[in-house]
């Protein structure tokens, strides 16, 4: 299976600051590549999906990039509510997986 | 705006089947071009997508379970199913049920359900 490496396992940062997520895969997924926001208590919610096409309704200060192996999701100006977190997740190959998680802290 | 809500029961014996309902409520499980998912999530393996059934009928699992999942749709009622057999503590997780469409990504999430299985 497709294994994704999400790096770093945990972010402290400030309010206002620009935060960048990476996801790994362990093998080319074109840009087959979702990236979700989970806050504590509820179930994870979909920001991107094709690498870099945002789901209805997200903030513009996300945005992704990326293709093959490597990706990135990008926090411009990280405000409180943003405080989560965030997995990649590859639909390019069966068994579809995640990567482990990225927690972004204040 | 489509709704997910699991439901099914919180605690089992090992050995037992795990069996939860996905009710969809705001729009069609017969869409053609959706897929209908169940994903878990523990603290230690994370999030793990388990399987998926299309419209078609035709379903999708995660070989990690050995064969030991089943998923069905009942049309008339708008809820789809899944069932586990054989379930042992390290089944215990939130179970979520997902819908896509178009871009494969899983769109729509439940609230989840919280199922533990302990003797």
């Known amino acids: 299976e497709v294994v994704m490496t999400q790096s770093p396992a945990t972010l402290s940062v400030s309010p206002g600051e620009r935060v960048t997520l990476s996801c790994r895969a362990s093998?080319?997924?074109?840009?087959?590549l979702a990236w979700y926001q989970q806050k504590p208590g509820q179930a994870p919610r979909l920001l991107m999906y094709?690498?870099?096409s945002g789901d209805t309704g997200v903030p513009a200060r996300f945005s992704g990039s990326g293709s093959e192996t490597e990706f990135t999701l990008t926090i411009s100006e990280l405000q409180s509510e943003d405080v989560a977190t965030y997995y990649c997740?590859?639909?390019?190959?069966?068994?579809?997986?995640f990567g482990g998680g990225t927690k972004v802290e204040i | 705006q489509m709704l997910l809500q699991e439901s099914g029961p919180g605690l089992l014996k090992p050995s037992q089947t795990l069996s939860l309902t996905c009710s969809v409520s705001?729009?069609?499980?017969?869409?053609?071009?959706?897929?209908w998912n169940w994903i878990r999530q523990t603290a230690g393996k994370g999030l793990e997508w388990i399987g998926r059934?299309?419209?078609?009928?035709?379903?999708k699992f995660n070989p990690s379970l050995k064969g030991r999942v089943s998923i069905s749709a009942d049309t008339s009622k708008n809820q789809f199913s899944l069932n586990l057999t054989s379930v042992t503590a390290a089944d215990t997780a939130v179970y979520y049920c997902?819908?896509?469409?178009?871009?494969?990504?899983?769109?729509?999430w439940g609230p989840g359900t919280l199922v533990t299985v302990s003797s």
């Open positions: 997902a819908v896509g469409g178009g871009h494969n990504a899983f769109d729509i």
């Open positions: 705001g729009g069609s499980i017969n869409r053609s071009n959706h897929y």
């Open positions: 059934i299309y419209v078609s009928g035709f379903v």
């Open positions: 093998e080319s997924i074109s840009i087959d």
């Open positions: 094709g690498a870099f």
């Open positions: 997740q590859q639909y390019n190959t069966w068994p579809l997986t």
